[in-house]
């Protein structure tokens, strides 16, 4: 089990993790290793990406002009795919290498890690989504208690019938259940290619697009190594897939047990920082929010300024259909007369819903006063004010929201809950 505090980057996780490692070298040692020429084939890139070492070793480079790829030879349905792999090191802000699982098509699956680039001494982002039938939007963004451009580690994706997990070096970060059952589609049906690429994603990829890539640290450079696959290989196409009866059966028995749910546990809640039906604004206002008017201090703290030329404001990236919606504020000080912070929520048109707070500033040492109104189709539905005894409100808890489109909110989050 991960300890009960500290941070993503504390020692207590660095110690669970050496621990584990030491004690499953053994048995991992005649599986790993396998040849990369073999396995890969380096589909893009012009001479960017490369085979060294006898095979032993690929690498992705990404320069002002290209970056490059490769995919593997095999298509798997149902596996464990291990791969060692060390990021562009230094300053790679707006670079992004994917390595992932996808089948063909515009109806295609995918399980997928993105590493999302950025500056020296800042952690990467680590980046997981599934699709199924060319249907997205299931994020999860993680910062790892290591930094993974110093050194290779393995990621690692499970995939069976009942659930996707993402593990690095053993530790589980994340577990994608099967629930067709509740109408939620999962990725099964369709064998899938492994893939790895680098590419420039400055325009997003770092705090929000805000940091862009420095093209005079170039090349970036990721490395790939001891590939291993204990996995379903699809034969003949479309045909069927040569699986081992071992395999088979230890492939659809696999999912996390007992100390394993324990360090899922422990990562959701020390190391993620986004969830695509939780998402924690406090983490980071850049995957949040777009600033519509004025200025944005870092991150994990967004300031509003009132002059005489004008005033400022911002709104969410995402449109939410029910939840429940909680922000840390911090109002206007001293003599805020004449003020008005509003914080709402509210769709686009004329004839719009709405359901706002109108914090109203007084003079120092007066009280604001709180007013609330809820408008029905462009008219209000009711209305209210009270006094507030103090001139600050905090809001505690994270945001909680449902993500985009409103049919994935419906989906997979209203019928879940208590």
């Given at each position: 089990?991960?300890?009960?505090?500290?941070?993503?980057?504390?020692?207590?996780?660095?110690?669970?993790?050496?621990?584990?490692?030491?004690?499953?070298?053994?048995?991992?040692?005649?599986?790993?290793?396998?040849?990369?020429?073999?396995?890969?084939?380096?589909?893009?890139?012009?001479?960017?990406?490369?085979?060294?070492?006898?095979?032993?070793?690929?690498?992705?480079?990404?320069?002002?002009?290209?970056?490059?790829?490769?995919?593997?030879?095999?298509?798997?349905?149902?596996?464990?795919?291990?791969?060692?792999?060390?990021?562009?090191?230094?300053?790679?802000?707006?670079?992004?290498?994917?390595?992932?699982?996808?089948?063909?098509?515009?109806?295609?699956?995918?399980?997928?890690?993105?590493?999302?680039?950025?500056l020296t001494g800042q952690p990467y982002t680590v980046h997981t989504n599934v699709y199924t039938g060319g249907k997205g939007?299931?994020?999860?963004?993680?910062?790892?208690?290591?930094?993974?451009?110093?050194?290779?580690?393995?990621?690692?994706?499970?995939?069976?019938?009942?659930?996707?997990?993402?593990?690095?070096?053993?530790?589980?970060?994340?577990?994608?259940?099967?629930?067709?059952?509740?109408?939620?589609?999962?990725?099964?049906?369709?064998?899938?290619?492994?893939?790895?690429?680098?590419?420039?994603?400055?325009?997003?990829?770092?705090?929000?697009?805000?940091?862009?890539?420095?093209?005079?640290?170039?090349?970036?450079?990721?490395?790939?190594?001891?590939?291993?696959?204990?996995?379903?290989?699809?034969?003949?196409?479309?045909?069927?897939?040569?699986?081992?009866?071992?395999?088979?059966?230890?492939?659809?028995?696999?999912?996390?047990?007992?100390a394993s749910q324990n360090r899922l546990r422990w990562v959701r809640n020390k190391c993620m920082i986004y969830n695509y039906?939780?998402?924690?604004?406090?983490?980071?206002?850049?995957?949040?929010?777009?600033?519509?008017?004025?200025?944005?201090?870092?991150?994990?703290?967004?300031?509003?300024?009132?002059?005489?030329?004008?005033?400022?404001?911002?709104?969410?990236?995402?449109?939410?259909?029910?939840?429940?919606?909680?922000?840390?504020?911090?109002?206007?000080?001293?003599?805020?007369?004449?003020?008005?912070?509003?914080?709402?929520?509210?769709?686009?048109?004329?004839?719009?819903?709405?359901?706002?707070?109108?914090?109203?500033?007084?003079?120092?040492?007066?009280?604001?006063?709180?007013?609330?109104?809820?408008?029905?189709?462009?008219?209000?539905?009711?209305?209210?004010?009270?006094?507030?005894?103090?001139?600050?409100?905090?809001?505690?808890?994270?945001?909680?929201?449902?993500?985009?489109?409103?049919?994935?909110?419906?989906?997979?989050?209203?019928?879940?809950?208590?």
């Amino acid at each position: 089990m991960g300890p009960s505090s500290g941070s993503c980057s504390c020692s207590s996780m660095m110690k669970m993790v050496m621990m584990f490692v030491l004690f499953g070298m053994e048995s991992m040692r005649g599986l790993l290793g396998g040849n990369m020429s073999e396995e890969f084939e380096i589909t893009w890139g012009s001479g960017r990406g490369k085979l060294l070492n006898n095979g032993q070793l690929l690498t992705l480079t990404l320069d002002h002009f290209s970056g490059s790829g490769f995919r593997s030879r095999k298509e798997y349905h149902f596996g464990k795919i291990d791969i060692q792999l060390k990021v562009v090191p230094g300053n790679s802000a707006g670079t992004v290498t994917a390595y992932y699982l996808s089948s063909e098509g515009a109806g295609h699956d995918e399980i997928d890690y993105e590493f999302l680039g950025n500056l020296t001494g800042q952690p990467y982002t680590v980046h997981t989504n599934v699709y199924t039938g060319g249907k997205g939007e299931r994020e999860q963004q993680f910062h790892l208690w290591f930094d993974p451009s110093t050194d290779f580690h393995t990621y690692s994706i499970l995939w069976n019938p009942h659930t996707i997990i993402f593990s690095i070096d053993g530790i589980p970060i994340r577990e994608y259940k099967n629930r067709e059952a509740r109408g939620i589609p999962f990725p099964k049906k369709q064998a899938m290619k492994l893939y790895s690429s680098i590419w420039n994603a400055d325009q997003w990829a770092t705090q929000g697009g805000r940091i862009k890539t420095d093209w005079s640290q170039a090349p970036f450079t990721a490395s790939y190594r001891n590939f291993r696959a204990e996995a379903c290989v699809r034969v003949g196409g479309r045909g069927r897939s040569s699986c081992s009866p071992r395999i088979y059966s230890s492939l659809i028995t696999k999912g996390l047990h007992g100390a394993s749910q324990n360090r899922l546990r422990w990562v959701r809640n020390k190391c993620m920082i986004y969830n695509y039906s939780v998402a924690f604004a406090a983490g980071n206002f850049y995957q949040n929010f777009d600033l519509t008017w004025g200025i944005l201090n870092n991150d994990q703290l967004l300031t509003l300024s009132l002059d005489k030329a004008s005033g400022s404001g911002f709104q969410s990236k995402n449109e939410y259909l029910f939840r429940k919606i909680d922000m840390q504020l911090r109002l206007v000080p001293g003599n805020s007369a004449g003020t008005v912070t509003a914080y709402y929520l509210s769709p686009q048109g004329a004839a719009h819903d709405e359901i706002d707070f109108e914090f109203l500033g007084n003079v120092t040492g007066e009280p604001y006063t709180l007013h609330t109104t809820v408008f029905n189709q462009g008219k209000v539905a009711g209305s209210n004010s009270s006094v507030s005894g103090s001139t600050q409100l905090l809001i505690s808890t994270p945001i909680l929201s449902c993500g985009t489109p409103r049919k994935s909110c419906k989906q997979s989050i209203l019928p879940n809950q208590n």
